[in-house]
């Protein structure tokens, strides 16, 4: 399910440790890790925190006045704010050593001239996703579990698993394997049909190989190369939905038909 093993992640800690960092949620399977346990127990070894709350910022609760979190990576993009530009939090009495030197832009924190107009722009989404995010979290999970039951209905289980946790997920994320098919044809399949998916993480889409977190999670070759990763958003639709659910078979079952005629 791809969830972090508290004990694993506990024994791996040796005296010279300063950091741990981990996702707050995987970007690939949208799996939720227990990122207030981690924090807890970073801080009972005395070592820092790091979450990359990339994917989850504003759809997980966060209250950074009580979590064991000492710094966060955020990317605005993910909530309606501009590319180009990321966010940092550290905590007030942390001291960090600025990467870039030659200047003392971001109080000391790093050179460079500030980018003033992302910057404000950042801090606006980010504040509109939390004054509106019971709504979209909600509207977010209909979504989703429309899109998972839906696509898990409609194609064989022999042929298709979901790929992550089936309850510990992001509100917005859903993620499949399915067996015998390449996944970047199926986005090209699904391309012509006019939606919008990734084969893994944005990162590797478009890779060939086949993904290191299907392989992880003790998937074979036969499914590792099938992976496809879906994501809902503030303007889907339930008739969206439907109409991905109906595509999405047919695409898989045409690959699959034609992989074993070649096979």
């Known amino acids: 399910m791809g969830e972090i093993n508290l004990a694993e992640l506990e024994a791996a800690i040796r005296p ?26 970073a801080h009972a070894h005395g070592i820092l925190y790091h979450t990359d709350a990339v994917q989850g910022a504003t759809t997980l609760p966060l209250d950074m006045a009580t979590m064991p979190i000492d710094l966060m990576s955020i990317a605005p993009h993910k909530f309606y704010g501009p590319k180009g530009v990321g966010i940092l939090y550290a905590r007030r009495d942390l001291e960090l050593i600025s990467p870039i030197t030659g200047g003392n832009q971001e109080n000391g924190r790093r050179a460079g001239t500030v980018n003033v107009a992302f910057a404000v722009a950042a801090a606006e989404a980010l504040r509109l996703a939390y004054t509106e995010q019971d709504t979209y979290v909600d509207h977010y999970r209909r979504l989703r579990d429309q899109l998972i039951n839906g ?20 509100a917005h994320h859903a993620s499949f394997a399915f067996r015998g098919i390449n996944g970047n044809d199926l986005l090209i399949q699904l391309d012509m049909a006019g939606i919008g998916g990734s084969s893994g993480s944005a990162c590797s889409t478009g890779n060939p190989k086949p993904s290191a977190i299907l392989e992880a999670l003790g998937l074979n070759e ?14 889907n639709t339930i008739e969206e939905i439907a109409y991905v659910v109906e595509k999405v078979p047919q695409a898989v079952e045409a690959l699959q038909t034609f992989s074993r005629q070649f096979a």
Not at 23 to 30: K, S
């Open 222 to 235: 036969e499914w590792t190369t099938g992976g496809l990763r879906l994501t809902v958003g503030r303007q």
């Open 16 to 41: 010279e440790t300063v950091l741990i960092s981990i996702m707050a949620a995987n970007n690939e399977i949208g799996t939720l890790h227990p990122y207030q346990k981690i924090g807890e127990i």
């Open 151 to 170: 696509i898990l209905t409609a194609v064989p289980p022999e042929l298709c698993r979901l790929t992550g946790h089936p309850e510990k997920r992001l």
